[in-house]
Protein backbone atom coordinates (compact mmCIF):
# COMPACT_ATOMS: atom_id res chain seq x y z
CA UNK A 1 0.00 0.00 0.00
CA UNK A 2 3.21 2.32 0.15
CA UNK A 3 2.17 3.49 -3.45
CA UNK A 4 -1.11 4.25 -2.61
CA UNK A 5 -0.10 6.19 0.68
CA UNK A 6 2.72 7.74 -2.31
CA UNK A 7 -0.49 8.79 -4.25
CA UNK A 8 -2.34 10.54 -1.20
CA UNK A 9 0.77 12.98 0.23
CA UNK A 10 0.68 14.56 -3.41
CA UNK A 11 -2.78 15.27 -2.70
CA UNK A 12 -4.88 15.42 -6.35
CA UNK A 13 -5.06 11.66 -7.85
CA UNK A 14 -6.81 10.27 -10.90
CA UNK A 15 -8.31 7.29 -11.37
CA UNK A 16 -6.00 6.11 -13.64
CA UNK A 17 -3.20 6.82 -10.62
CA UNK A 18 -4.69 4.95 -8.60
CA UNK A 19 -5.19 1.70 -10.93
CA UNK A 20 -1.74 2.19 -11.88
CA UNK A 21 -0.94 1.90 -8.17
CA UNK A 22 -2.65 -1.28 -7.35
CA UNK A 23 -2.11 -2.81 -10.37
CA UNK A 24 1.89 -2.20 -8.98
CA UNK A 25 0.81 -3.78 -5.42
CA UNK A 26 -0.98 -6.76 -7.48
CA UNK A 27 2.17 -7.76 -9.03
CA UNK A 28 2.89 -9.62 -5.69
CA UNK A 29 -0.40 -11.65 -5.65
CA UNK A 30 0.30 -14.60 -7.31
CA UNK A 31 -1.40 -17.65 -8.55
CA UNK A 32 -0.01 -19.64 -5.14
CA UNK A 33 -2.11 -16.50 -3.06
CA UNK A 34 -4.70 -17.21 -4.87
CA UNK A 35 -4.90 -21.02 -4.35
CA UNK A 36 -3.75 -20.67 -0.65
CA UNK A 37 -6.32 -18.15 -0.30
CA UNK A 38 -8.91 -20.03 -1.63
CA UNK A 39 -8.04 -22.87 0.32
CA UNK A 40 -8.13 -21.15 3.52
CA UNK A 41 -11.71 -19.92 2.54
CA UNK A 42 -12.95 -23.34 1.64
CA UNK A 43 -12.01 -23.91 5.30
CA UNK A 44 -13.28 -21.41 7.20
CA UNK A 45 -16.65 -21.91 4.70
CA UNK A 46 -17.19 -25.43 6.75
CA UNK A 47 -18.59 -24.07 9.65
CA UNK A 48 -21.13 -22.01 8.34
CA UNK A 49 -24.56 -23.14 7.90
CA UNK A 50 -25.32 -25.59 5.02
CA UNK A 51 -27.68 -23.75 3.19
CA UNK A 52 -25.36 -20.63 3.25
CA UNK A 53 -22.21 -22.71 2.86
CA UNK A 54 -22.08 -23.46 -0.77
CA UNK A 55 -23.15 -19.60 -1.68
CA UNK A 56 -20.88 -18.10 0.49
CA UNK A 57 -17.70 -20.40 -0.31
CA UNK A 58 -18.25 -19.44 -4.05
CA UNK A 59 -18.91 -15.73 -3.43
CA UNK A 60 -15.33 -15.09 -1.19
CA UNK A 61 -13.46 -17.10 -4.01
CA UNK A 62 -15.26 -15.54 -6.35
CA UNK A 63 -14.14 -12.08 -4.96
CA UNK A 64 -10.32 -13.56 -4.76
CA UNK A 65 -9.82 -14.35 -8.38
CA UNK A 66 -11.28 -10.22 -8.95
CA UNK A 67 -7.95 -9.65 -8.41
CA UNK A 68 -6.94 -10.74 -11.94
CA UNK A 69 -9.30 -8.50 -13.00
CA UNK A 70 -7.00 -5.33 -11.31
CA UNK A 71 -4.31 -6.82 -13.10
CA UNK A 72 -5.74 -6.99 -16.22
CA UNK A 73 -7.86 -3.96 -16.70
CA UNK A 74 -6.23 -1.51 -19.07
CA UNK A 75 -9.61 0.57 -19.59
CA UNK A 76 -8.93 4.63 -19.14
CA UNK A 77 -11.12 6.02 -15.95
CA UNK A 78 -12.16 9.94 -15.97
CA UNK A 79 -12.09 11.65 -12.99
CA UNK A 80 -10.16 12.52 -9.58
CA UNK A 81 -10.59 10.94 -6.42
CA UNK A 82 -11.64 11.99 -3.07
CA UNK A 83 -8.34 12.18 -1.46
CA UNK A 84 -9.81 12.65 2.29
CA UNK A 85 -12.02 9.18 1.26
CA UNK A 86 -9.32 7.39 0.05
CA UNK A 87 -7.14 8.41 2.77
CA UNK A 88 -9.95 7.18 5.59
CA UNK A 89 -9.95 4.14 3.64
CA UNK A 90 -6.45 3.81 3.86
CA UNK A 91 -6.12 3.84 7.51
CA UNK A 92 -8.84 2.19 7.87
CA UNK A 93 -6.91 -0.90 6.18
CA UNK A 94 -4.21 -0.82 8.07
CA UNK A 95 -5.86 -0.97 11.22
CA UNK A 96 -7.29 -3.81 10.24
CA UNK A 97 -3.81 -5.58 8.71
CA UNK A 98 -2.87 -4.77 12.63
CA UNK A 99 -5.49 -6.62 13.70
CA UNK A 100 -5.39 -9.31 11.54
CA UNK A 101 -1.94 -9.64 12.34
CA UNK A 102 -2.56 -9.56 16.45
CA UNK A 103 -5.71 -11.86 15.85
CA UNK A 104 -4.03 -13.53 13.60
CA UNK A 105 -7.57 -14.39 12.52
CA UNK A 106 -6.72 -13.35 8.59
CA UNK A 107 -2.98 -14.29 6.63
CA UNK A 108 -1.50 -11.21 5.09
CA UNK A 109 -2.03 -11.98 1.70
CA UNK A 110 -6.28 -12.29 2.23
CA UNK A 111 -5.87 -8.39 4.09
CA UNK A 112 -3.25 -7.66 0.80
CA UNK A 113 -6.09 -8.97 -2.18
CA UNK A 114 -8.93 -7.21 0.28
CA UNK A 115 -7.20 -4.04 0.33
CA UNK A 116 -6.69 -4.06 -3.85
CA UNK A 117 -10.00 -4.93 -4.50
CA UNK A 118 -11.75 -2.88 -2.10
CA UNK A 119 -9.74 0.21 -3.31
CA UNK A 120 -10.00 -0.51 -7.23
CA UNK A 121 -14.13 -1.29 -6.71
CA UNK A 122 -14.92 1.78 -4.41
CA UNK A 123 -12.81 4.32 -5.61
CA UNK A 124 -12.51 3.38 -9.25
CA UNK A 125 -15.35 0.86 -10.46
CA UNK A 126 -17.49 3.45 -8.09
CA UNK A 127 -19.04 -0.31 -7.41
CA UNK A 128 -19.88 -2.22 -4.16
CA UNK A 129 -17.03 -4.09 -2.47
CA UNK A 130 -19.36 -6.77 -2.82
CA UNK A 131 -20.92 -7.62 -6.30
CA UNK A 132 -24.69 -6.81 -7.03
CA UNK A 133 -26.17 -10.20 -5.77
CA UNK A 134 -24.19 -11.16 -3.33
CA UNK A 135 -26.14 -13.43 -1.24
CA UNK A 136 -26.28 -12.76 2.51
CA UNK A 137 -27.97 -15.24 5.34
CA UNK A 138 -31.41 -14.62 5.16
CA UNK A 139 -31.55 -14.88 1.66
CA UNK A 140 -30.58 -11.33 1.20
CA UNK A 141 -28.42 -9.95 -1.69
CA UNK A 142 -26.47 -6.56 -2.61
CA UNK A 143 -29.25 -4.92 -5.08
CA UNK A 144 -28.51 -2.49 -7.78
CA UNK A 145 -31.79 -0.20 -8.01
CA UNK A 146 -31.21 2.68 -10.48
CA UNK A 147 -27.78 4.64 -9.57
CA UNK A 148 -28.12 3.29 -5.87
CA UNK A 149 -26.32 0.05 -4.43
CA UNK A 150 -27.97 -1.28 -1.57
CA UNK A 151 -26.53 -3.92 1.11
CA UNK A 152 -28.05 -6.01 3.77
CA UNK A 153 -25.71 -5.96 6.21
CA UNK A 154 -24.24 -2.76 5.81
CA UNK A 155 -25.15 -1.52 9.21
CA UNK A 156 -24.58 -4.18 11.21
CA UNK A 157 -21.05 -4.47 10.23
CA UNK A 158 -20.02 -0.82 11.15
CA UNK A 159 -17.99 -1.57 14.48
CA UNK A 160 -16.92 -4.51 12.82
CA UNK A 161 -12.92 -4.13 12.75
CA UNK A 162 -12.36 -6.51 9.86
CA UNK A 163 -15.02 -5.15 7.70
CA UNK A 164 -14.60 -2.99 5.07
CA UNK A 165 -18.14 -1.62 5.13
CA UNK A 166 -16.99 1.89 6.48
CA UNK A 167 -15.77 3.11 2.83
CA UNK A 168 -17.84 1.23 0.56
CA UNK A 169 -20.44 2.80 -1.57
CA UNK A 170 -23.51 0.88 -0.79
CA UNK A 171 -26.07 1.85 1.30
CA UNK A 172 -27.59 -0.07 3.84
CA UNK A 173 -30.92 -1.39 2.49
CA UNK A 174 -33.61 -0.37 3.96
CA UNK A 175 -36.05 -3.16 3.56
CA UNK A 176 -33.63 -5.63 5.90
Do not use: W
Not at 57 to 85: A, C, M, P, W
Not at 101 to 123: C, D, H
Amino acid sequence: MLNVKNLIEQGQITKNELLNALQEVSKSVELNDIVHCSLRIRKEGECIHTSYKKEYIKTEIGLIIRIKEVKDDQLNYNGQIDVEELKSAVELLLEQKKTAEAMEELELVMVKIYSILSLYTTFIKEEPIHQVGTPFPGGFIVKKEGNKYTCPVKDNNQDNPLALCPFCIAEQDEEV
